[in-house]
């Protein structure tokens, strides 16, 4: 059983340094339990919060020496557990490694499907958690109406790229934020956005202003730092602004970041727009037993099948290129949701 550990906490970006690769025997299941093997492995930006000594409140830092931690597509290989057979796919976390041991409890089996069957590792992108992130922070506590401008950034993400689909299913404008002309490209021609604005143009915050000429009705918060500068000005009264997460301070202080602390300007426009500014955490939304996300995952599942939902993956071949799939990640040298293909499915 091979398993990446975290070797190093890291100071600023992630290094391959920082993680170490150990083998041991495959664990074998006791009474109640299943072998699982891990088939795909989703890499994501909280990971790098993991990395560091204090976690972000939601969960537990990763410890000195410990597996890596991450959702997984994974069969059950060995199963003494009276509900899982042998040759099931399911929806763990498995963390990164080849095997691991389950109770069952953290568990959703993955049935099959109708035909034509999607890809199982679209349950770790937009058939499961990033996807159901974008459904409850735009859907659920944003609920843009017909004709209001969505904002997002990091656009072609996991998350970001289910944003704006979803808003223009419900009849918004999905303006995007993006690294580089070739992902802009790709969020408009292929994804649907109305418009994309490469984030590291010089006349960023101009070009963001001019794509929504009727101001921001929702601004779904994936990044802070230099976009959301530029989303502040732009905020409609009465907007709503989910806030998903902060990828651009998540390897510390910004590279040039102006000394002046924007958080003031922040609460300011909260408080005088009347903004809702609600943070969320996606895994209190699944539901007793996931019953909301299964729901979700019906209505996803029809999407991408009614060709009315894209679901880009950037694969990384190889558990034991996660760490290098990580790093890529938060510098945003991936389109879509990144996915380790860890074994043939
Ligand atoms: P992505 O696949 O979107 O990858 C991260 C992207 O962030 C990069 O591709 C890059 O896109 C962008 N990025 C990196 N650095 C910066 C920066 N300094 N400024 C602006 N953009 C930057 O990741 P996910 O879709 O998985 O995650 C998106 C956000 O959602 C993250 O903040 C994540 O933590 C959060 N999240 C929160 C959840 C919750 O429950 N609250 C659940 C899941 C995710 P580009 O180069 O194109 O700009």
Same mark, same amino acid.
């Given at each position: 059983?091979?398993?990446?550990?975290?070797?190093?906490?890291?100071?600023?970006?992630?290094?391959?340094?920082?993680?170490?690769?150990?083998?041991?025997?495959?664990?074998?299941?006791?009474?109640?339990?299943?072998?699982?093997?891990?088939?795909?492995?989703?890499?994501?930006?909280?990971?790098?919060?993991?990395?560091?000594?204090?976690?972000?409140?939601?969960?537990?830092?990763?410890?000195?020496?410990?597996?890596?931690?991450?959702?997984?597509?994974?069969?059950?290989?060995?199963?003494?557990?009276?509900?899982?057979? %042998?040759?099931? #796919?399911? &929806?763990?976390?498995? *963390?990164?490694?080849? /095997? @691991?041991?389950?109770? +069952?409890?953290?568990? =959703?089996?993955?049935?099959?499907?109708?035909?034509?069957?999607? %890809?199982?590792? #679209?349950? &770790?992108?937009?058939? *499961?958690?990033?996807? /159901? @992130?974008?459904?409850? +922070?735009?859907?659920? =506590?944003?609920?843009?109406?017909?004709?209001?401008?969505?904002?997002?950034?990091?656009?072609?993400?996991?998350?970001?790229?289910?944003?704006?689909?979803?808003?223009?299913?419900?009849?918004?404008?999905?303006?995007?934020?993006?690294?580089?002309?070739?992902?802009?490209?790709?969020?408009?021609?292929?994804?649907?956005?109305?418009?994309?604005?490469?984030?590291?143009?010089?006349?960023?915050?101009?070009?963001?202003?001019?794509?929504?000429?009727?101001?921001?009705?929702?601004?779904?918060?994936?990044?802070?730092?230099?976009?959301?500068?530029?989303?502040?000005?732009?905020?409609?009264?009465?907007?709503?602004?989910?806030?998903?997460?902060?990828?651009?301070?998540?390897?510390?202080?910004?590279?040039?970041?102006?000394?002046?602390?924007?958080?003031?300007?922040?609460?300011?426009?909260?408080?005088?727009?009347?903004?809702?500014?609600?943070?969320?955490?996606?895994?209190?939304?699944?539901?007793?037993?996931?019953?909301?996300?299964?729901?979700?995952?019906?209505?996803?599942?029809?999407?991408?099948?009614?060709?009315?939902?894209?679901?880009?993956?950037?694969?990384?071949?190889?558990?034991?290129?996660?760490?290098?799939?990580?790093?890529?990640?938060?510098?945003?040298?991936?389109?879509?949701?990144?996915?380790?293909?860890?074994?043939?499915?």
């Amino acid at each position: 059983n091979r398993r990446i550990v975290l070797a190093a906490r890291p100071e600023g970006a992630p290094r391959l340094s920082d993680f170490r690769v150990e083998t041991g025997p495959v664990p074998e299941p006791a009474h109640g339990e299943v072998l699982l093997q891990t088939l795909a492995l989703s890499l994501d930006p909280y990971m790098r919060n993991l990395m560091d000594p204090v976690g972000p409140g939601y969960a537990p830092p990763v410890a000195l020496g410990e597996t890596m931690v991450g959702g997984t597509v994974s069969r059950v290989v060995a199963s003494r557990h009276p509900d899982l057979r %042998p040759g099931g #796919l399911v &929806l763990a976390n498995a *963390g990164w490694q080849d /095997f @691991t041991l389950s109770d +069952g409890s953290d568990l =959703l089996p993955l049935d099959s499907g109708s035909a034509p069957a999607l %890809p199982p590792s #679209l349950s &770790l992108g937009a058939l *499961g958690m990033p996807g /159901f @992130t974008a459904h409850v +922070g735009l859907l659920d =506590l944003a609920q843009p109406r017909p004709g209001e401008t969505v904002v997002v950034a990091a656009a072609t993400g996991a998350v970001g790229a289910n944003v704006g689909q979803l808003a223009r299913l419900h009849g918004a404008r999905a303006v995007g934020v993006a690294g580089g002309a070739d992902k802009c490209r790709h969020a408009v021609q292929v994804l649907g956005f109305d418009a994309c604005i490469d984030r590291h143009a010089p006349d960023f915050a101009q070009r963001l202003a001019q794509a929504c000429a009727q101001g921001i009705d929702v601004y779904f918060e994936n990044v802070g730092g230099a976009v959301l500068d530029a989303v502040l000005p732009l905020l409609n009264p009465g907007a709503r602004v989910p806030v998903c997460g902060f990828i651009a301070h998540y390897n510390g202080p910004m590279e040039g970041a102006s000394a002046t602390d924007q958080r003031p300007a922040l609460l300011a426009t909260v408080l005088q727009k009347r903004v809702r500014l609600q943070g969320f955490i996606v895994l209190d939304h699944y539901g007793e037993r996931f019953e909301h996300l299964r729901r979700f995952r019906e209505r996803m599942h029809r999407w991408i099948e009614e060709g009315r939902v894209h679901a880009q993956e950037h694969v990384v071949d190889g558990l034991l290129q996660a760490p290098q799939g990580l790093i890529d990640l938060l510098a945003g040298r991936h389109l879509g949701k990144t996915v380790v293909r860890v074994a043939e499915a």
